[in-house]
């Protein structure tokens, strides 16, 4: 607990480069040093936005029971609503921009919702599980685990 920011960074680092050489060598992704690289970066961009995410969330249902049914799913709900559509523009955005692509705008306008909805299958249960079940503090750690094979699965 000495620097759990630097700690979930160093986490995604390493997440996001097993999730890229997972890819590799199961889905046949072409890639090197370099995707290693622009993967690592966007995870870490990402885990700052989740972790912040975490405190702002519980810090909003400070006084809600933290175990109740219905602070679960309000929780749940409001990070696949508000949460995950900023998600997955930052990771469309980065992945494109960090990959030389200029038309990330029209990606996202033409992919955002589908890959939103698509992440809700993954991260929902996850959101729910996590709220429920783990400590603010070990969330990040916990969807940086579930990331390792979803990741892997989208690129």
């Known amino acids: 607990r000495i620097s ?13 480069a097993g999730s890229e050489l997972l890819s590799y060598r199961f889905a046949g992704v072409q890639g090197g040093l370099a995707a290693m690289g622009r993967q690592c970066l966007v995870g870490v961009g990402l885990t700052g936005i989740v972790h912040r995410w975490n405190e702002v ?21 409001l990070q696949m609503v508000l949460l995950q559509p900023v998600l997955v523009a930052t990771y469309i955005a980065s992945k494109g921009l960090l990959s ?31 709220f429920r079940f783990v400590p603010t503090d070990y969330r990040t750690v916990v969807g940086d685990l579930v990331g390792l094979f979803y990741t892997a699965y989208l690129i």
């Open 4 to 16: 759990p920011v630097r700690t979930k960074l160093l986490t995604a680092i390493v997440v996001n």
């Open 57 to 77: 969330i519980e810090r909003v249902f400070a006084d809600w029971p933290r175990d109740s049914a219905r602070t679960v799913a309000v929780k749940t709900v």
């Open 100 to 130: 030389g692509q200029r038309d990330v705008l029209q990606t996202i306008r033409t992919q955002l919702a589908k890959l939103t909805v698509a992440s809700w299958t993954v991260w929902g249960p996850t959101a729910a599980v996590q």
